[in-house]
């Protein structure tokens, strides 16, 4: 497990929903840890990214945490209901509201961390996310994010039209 703050950055987010998995959403997103007596804590930020260009900040950023990380560097981020705009959903353009989870693992040095997701999308309709995916991609130059890979096997997303 990483020293307290070692992982620390911004990160290229790519949430890849199980029904199509080569277009996931793109999210700008900020980990910080902190020390705590039993180990190691991380909290998150995300700003949505357009599904167009997966540059431009759309929408409300939304900071969730902090969350236990284990000794093994295994962690479980329940997080809160969030909206992600239509211009985001590079699947239908809706709005989608859902509740997720993200289990993975934050590994020395931390540069990539990725994992599954659960939970359940709300709106527009009712689906279940259970073989979802995240990937956490380390943005070393703001002016160029990384070309956006969706799961632990580091498999590209469809590139952009």
Known sequence: MPEAGAPDGDFFF???AYLNPQAPIIFLSTLTTEARDDG???????????AADRKTPTGTPVD???????????FTAELPTIVVPGNANPISG????????????LCAPA???????TGTVTRPLSLNLK???FAMQRITDPDSY?????NCDKEPARPLP
């Open 14 to 16: 790519s949430l890849s």
């Open 131 to 133: 073989g979802s995916t």
């Open 40 to 50: 190691l804590s991380i909290s998150l930020s995300f700003q949505a990214l357009e």
């Open 111 to 117: 540069d990539f961390v990725c994992g599954d997701v």
């Open 146 to 150: 990384p070309a956006p890979v969706i």
């Open 64 to 74: 969730v945490g902090p969350y236990e990380v284990s000794a093994d560097g295994q």
């Open 94 to 105: 809706s709005e989608l509201e859902a509740t997720i989870t993200l289990s993975g693992a």
